[in-house]
T-cell receptor, first 114, second 112 residues
Framework: NAGVTQTPKFQVLKTGQSMTLQCAQD?????MYWYRQDPGMGLRLIYY???????DKGEVPNGYNVSRLNKREFSLRLESAAPSQTSVYFC?????????????FGPGTRLTVL | GNSVTQMEGPVTLSEEAFLTINCTYT??????LFWYVQYPGEGLQLLLK?????DKGSNKGFEATYRKETTSFHLEKGSVQVSDSAVYFC???????????FGTGTLLAVQP
């Protein structure tokens, strides 16, 4: 099993460009999450999907959109990138709500917006 | 709302020293508590967890006890190794969803 995978690993964008970060899991997770990690801020939830077909905003959703394409895949889109979106992005998955709460994380995508 | 506060780093220790990283939380009800570890260049992975008051989570020589009276979940290890150098995150899960709220992370550097 590959676990939770993310592509790309690194990306550099210019202000105003768009891109989609891809995430896939083969762990049969019902719930999936997108976080950003910034120095001194810990991890902040951008969007999550409690189950296939549903998505909800997290703590910092502005400037992002998501798609839960199917049970395995959960993508994060930046329509018009800004320097404030320079960050490391992590995707995670977990089993259904009400269980232990453990989340499994991908290796991250390091994004720089110039 | 729910929140997690953990001690700021970096924490620098010599090999075999005793480690404590403090974590306190604010939450309604009875949250589950977690410690995650992030090794350089990797994603987070679960280190240990506790789901109710007085539970002790343990793994790889690390321990943390869920103290409801002090709303704390401090991470301890009796003898750290260089390989323990990483960023440690305290987190809580409250309510019916599996959303986690993370602390800001504490960088631990262990020197030989």
């Amino acid at each position: 099993n590959a676990g939770v995978t993310q592509t790309p690993k690194f990306q550099v964008l210019k202000t105003g460009q768009s891109m989609t970060l891809q995430c896939a899991q083969d762990m049969n997770h019902n719930s999936m999450y997108w976080y950003r990690q910034d120095p001194g801020m810990g991890l902040r939830l951008i969007y999550y999907s409690a189950s296939e077909g549903t998505t909800d905003k997290g703590e910092v959703p502005n400037g992002y959109n998501v798609s839960r394409l199917n049970k395995r895949e959960f993508s994060l889109r930046l329509e018009s990138a800004a320097p404030s979106q320079t960050s490391v992005y992590f995707c995670a998955g977990s089993l259904s709500s009400g269980t232990s709460g453990q989340q499994f994380f991908g290796p991250g995508t390091r994004l720089t917006v110039l | 709302g729910n929140s997690v506060t953990q001690m700021e780093g970096p924490v620098t220790l010599s090999e075999e020293a005793f480690l404590t990283i403090n974590c306190t939380y604010t939450a309604t009800g009875y949250p589950s508590l977690f410690w995650y570890v992030q090794y350089p260049g990797e994603g987070l992975q679960l280190l240990l967890k506790a789901t109710k008051a007085d539970d002790k989570g343990s793994n790889k020589g690390f321990e943390a006890t869920y103290r409801k009276e002090t709303t704390s979940f401090h991470l301890e290890k009796g003898s750290v190794q260089v390989s323990d150098s990483a960023v440690y995150f305290c987190a809580l899960k409250g309510g019916a969803t599996n959303k986690l709220i993370f602390g800001t992370g504490t960088l631990l550097a262990v020197q030989p």
